[in-house]
């Protein structure tokens, strides 16, 4: 086993050496050794892909689809990915030169970052929210402003948003939205997107729009901030959720033509291309499997309505989430905010695996996430496990 030369220990990037490892992804790896544990941890839908998707993935492969595909993405894919936006969000995208296919959402939003932003700028957060943003910034070498927004319901208003950018003065480059949101399932009324739209064009700034979430929310409808102010936003999303594909790691950015010539150099530097047979599942899933994150939706949102009674029952408190497949819990008062204390016990005594509401970010502190992407069975036997620890907790 080779050991690293001694005079090259520490001479690794400083900025990716200063970044944590993911909370959510430690702590799960900590609670996973607990025998026993169930786990609500990992937002990963527990369905199976569609057939007729991975149908069109095996016919790539037996038709020998196996050389490297247009950098930005397969004509089909991309087209696939201009009609569903065109048709579900209001925004029409060039396929041509508007669109890009990534390696998940999570190379959109890196490449997305790492060709809008540069040192010193800042780009503004709602928090708390999913925590890969912070460390991913921060290697631009521009800083995160994270924007405690607990006090208005897990909402970024455009109040707050206005007196943000009047404190932060020069810099803001960037405002990055999750909705509906990880870990709150919170999601935005058109209302108030129409607020932050015009706070972001009145200081000249980008919105990225992270919406992987966006086919699943429940009795309510999803807007998207690009279909209001399109020549300003970069929208992100991808597969993974709406078609319970996340192994196949399939995402897409769009936007105006001129930031996306810039992503498109940063997105051939990291991958070059995506795979080719997973293009043609995403050009299947997106073209004739509109109707798939709607059998899901229906599961997911009888699981939501179990999960959120079950938990208001014990005493907990809540906002009853709207979209994604997350409950953001207030933990009792005892703990006052040591999340990790709670989530700590609860998984060693109940064995009941939960995400501490501290690894994302500001305002998450003293709240737990608790995944509802799990079985019926699974949810219920951690609702009567959670029900024995809080009656021995008094």
């Known amino acids: 086993m080779p050991e690293l030369a001694a005079d090259l220990r520490g001479t690794i990037n400083h900025k990716l050496d200063a970044q944590k490892p993911s909370g959510i992804r430690a702590f799960d790896a900590e609670v996973s050794k607990i025998p026993g544990i169930i786990k609500l941890t990992i937002g990963e839908p527990d369905m199976d892909t569609p057939e007729h ?23 089909e ?10 048709d579900t969000r209001g925004v029409d995208y060039n396929p041509e030169n508007e669109i890009i296919s990534t390696v998940g959402a999570t190379e959109a939003l890196v490449a997305a970052l790492f060709s809008l932003l540069n040192t010193g700028d800042k780009v503004v957060i709602p928090t708390p929210i999913f925590s890969l943003y912070f460390p991913l910034v921060a290697m631009t070498g521009a800083t995160a402003v994270q924007v405690d927004t607990s006090a208005d319901d897990f909402i970024l208003t455009p109040e707050h948003l206005e007196r943000v950018l009047q404190r932060e003065g020069k810099g ?25 739209a015009q706070v972001i064009t009145k200081h000249h700034l980008y919105a990225i729009a992270d919406e992987i979430y966006s086919d699943l929310v429940y009795g309510v409808k999803h807007y998207s ?14 597969l993974s959720k709406s078609h319970a594909m996340t ?23 990291l991958v070059t291309a995506v795979t080719d047979n997973v293009q043609a599942a995403g050009a299947e899933a997106l073209s004739n499997g509109r109707k798939d994150p709607l059998a899901f939706r229906k599961i997911y949102e009888q699981r939501r309505d179990m999960i959120v009674a079950g938990l208001k029952k014990l005493g907990f408190k809540l906002a009853t989430p709207e979209g994604a497949f997350y409950v953001f819990a207030k933990i009792p008062d005892q703990f006052g905010k040591d ?5 700590l016990q609860l998984a060693k005594e109940a064995k009941v695996g939960v995400t501490p509401g501290s690894a994302f970010g500001a305002g998450g502190e ?16 951690c609702l009567k496990r959670i029900g024995a620890f809080m009656k021995k907790l008094g």
């Open 53 to 75: 998707v991975k149908q069109a993935a095996i016919k790539s492969i037996q038709n020998n689809d196996s050389h490297y595909a247009p950098q930005a993405g397969k004509p």
């Open 77 to 86: 894919l991309l087209k696939a990915i201009s009609k569903y936006l065109k």
């Open 172 to 196: 803001v480059k960037v405002v990055l939205l999750n909705y509906p949101t990880n870990p709150t399932g919170r999601e935005y009324p058109k209302e108030t997107l129409q607020g932050l």
């Open 225 to 238: 901030i690009a279909s209001m102010i399109p020549e300003r936003t970069l929208f992100i999303s991808g």
């Open 247 to 269: 192994g196949y790691r399939l995402g897409y950015v769009a936007g105006p033509a001129e930031i996306i010539a810039s992503i498109h150099k940063m997105h051939a530097y």
């Open 339 to 343: 999340d990790v204390k709670f989530a």
């Open 366 to 381: 003293g709240y737990i996430r608790l995944s509802y992407a799990a079985s019926d069975e699974n949810i219920q036997e």
